[in-house]
């Protein structure tokens, strides 16, 4: 989960007497008056602890693993930290501070930093560190093959009335991805009257309701152009706070997927004619869904049925 830290008080003041340095007196700028109480502020956040330092066996290599979680964690945490600090916001999670800031255009940035510490830590969050097999190193790559988790009886149950067969689901749900034209969130979530559905987000996207908006029942980038469709979204978007999100949008995610490039490029690379599956996101995609962790998710899953806020929820 996200924790807080205490940041230290400052201990630097500069007297409003002190002199300026020669090269501020050659410009005219008298001295700087930089008085910081040493008093201690707030709380803030913290990159969560991953068992993965070595990589993600069967998904990504150290190296894909630092890119994709501890470089871009801590990128968009302290950018978070930057646009919260002394403004009373300091111990508040990224879920709730991207559903406050999501339809506040001047607050933006403090979004996008909120929902990608979120988004990204969620789908992390979903990945199991899984044995491999006996004849592969134990060096984590995205070539190992792992042992999966098997899904829990009650939630293929679950899987089975919504998307026919486990089958069916993972087709669907790896399509949807690759269908994707652009960096984004795949999610699998549960609506208010407790069916399964993929949720497909851009860029910084949240599938959170209270997130949203505007209604727009199509992902226009995964299916053909309809003119009814268009000039509903049209309208809508005339003023979006006007509109706040449908009844499809009631939903808690409890599954993500991550298609940004910098977290599978590093790994696949783009696209190779020499292999079996030329493209890079392509065979990412197939090796995630082979280390998620099903515990996880139908836990998930039977927490959403009760409303339990727990920190996954909360983050």
């Known amino acids: 989960m996200f924790r807080s830290r205490l940041r230290p008080a400052s201990i630097r003041t500069v007297s409003a007497n002190a002199s300026p340095s020669p090269r501020l007196a050659a410009l005219g700028i ?13 709380c803030l956040q913290t990159v969560p602890t991953l068992d993965f330092k070595d990589g993600v066996p069967g998904l990504l290599s150290k190296k894909g ?3 994709a979680y ?6 968009q945490v302290d950018r978070l930290n930057s646009f919260i600090s002394g ?3 300091e111990d508040t999670f990224p879920k709730q501070l991207l559903i406050m800031f999501s339809r506040d255009v001047d607050k933006a940035p403090l979004f996008n930093a909120a929902s990608m510490s979120h988004n990204n830590h969620f789908f992390f969050s979903t990945i199991a560190k899984l044995p491999t097999r006996s004849e592969d190193s134990g060096v984590p790559e995205p070539s190992q093959q792992v042992v999966p988790i098997p899904i829990r009886p009650s939630f293929q149950m679950v899987i089975e009335n919504n998307f026919s067969s ?3 689901f993972r087709q669907y749900f790896l399509d949807t991805a690759l269908a994707m034209f652009g960096p984004g969130f795949v999610w699998l979530v549960k609506t208010s ?6 949720v497909c987000t851009y860029l910084a996207g949240s599938p959170y ?7 727009q029942s199509v992902d226009t980038n995964t299916i053909p152009y309809n003119h009814q469709d268009a000039a509903e979204i049209f309208e809508r978007s005339k003023n979006p706070r006007n509109h706040p999100a449908g009844d499809a949008a009631d939903i808690t995610p409890i599954l993500c997927l991550n298609t940004w490039e910098h977290v599978w490029l590093p790994d696949y690379g783009m696209y190779n004619p ?3 599956i030329p493209s890079g996101k392509e065979r990412y995609v197939y090796n995630w869904w082979n280390v998620v962790n099903w515990d996880k998710v139908a836990d998930n899953w039977d927490s959403s049925l009760g409303h339990v806020a727990n920190e996954l929820y909360r983050r």
């Open 65 to 67: 693993f630092d890119l």
């Open 30 to 42: 008298g001295a700087i008056r930089n008085t910081v109480p040493a008093v201690p502020v707030r």
């Open 209 to 215: 309701s209270k997130a949203h908006h505007k209604k």
């Open 87 to 89: 403004t009373g916001l």
């Open 274 to 276: 020499e292999d079996p």
């Open 193 to 198: 009257s407790g069916q399964l559905k993929i």
């Open 166 to 168: 486990v089958e069916t």
């Open 70 to 75: 501890t470089e871009y964690q801590r990128m």
